[in-house]
């Protein structure tokens, strides 16, 4: 169903059990593997574990915010590489650098769209991050 027919390894970090849910299904339809986290803490754990090849990673979170999340992500060497895109209710310009400086690639204010997903994940999903 991918417009490239490529499949990607996609972690979505949200602590809303609906927004997971959502990306989830969207991404399901585009023909991708899913994995999902509650929290910062969880999505480390998963990344070590399943090596995703995209990133979704929400900002407001309990104990591990998304921008924390992402530093320690791009800090570590076997998965400094790997595209993360922030999704957050705030769109504001100064959220949006401090994304950035992090070292996000993109980011989604949500409440996104099916599209939007597809889009980022063919956009930054990256075929050979997952082969690890």
Not at 34 to 49: E, R, S, W, Y
């Amino acid at each position: 169903m991918t417009t490239n027919g490529a499949t990607f390894k996609v972690l979505v970090v949200d602590d809303s059990n609906t927004i997971r849910r959502s990306a989830e299904i969207f991404l399901k339809q585009g023909g991708h593997e899913v994995l999902l986290a509650d929290d910062g803490f969880d999505a480390l754990a998963k990344i070590n574990d399943y090596h995703p090849q995209l990133i979704f990673c929400d900002i407001l979170m309990p104990k591990l915010d998304g921008y924390q999340t992402v530093a320690i992500i791009k800090r570590n060497a076997r998965f400094s590489h790997t595209p993360v895109v922030m999704l957050s209710s705030k769109d504001g310009v100064f959220d949006k650098a401090r994304g950035r400086m992090v070292g996000c690639q993109e980011y989604l204010t949500k409440p996104f769209t099916k599209d939007q997903l597809l889009q980022a994940v063919q956009q930054f999903g990256n075929p050979d991050q997952g082969a690890m």
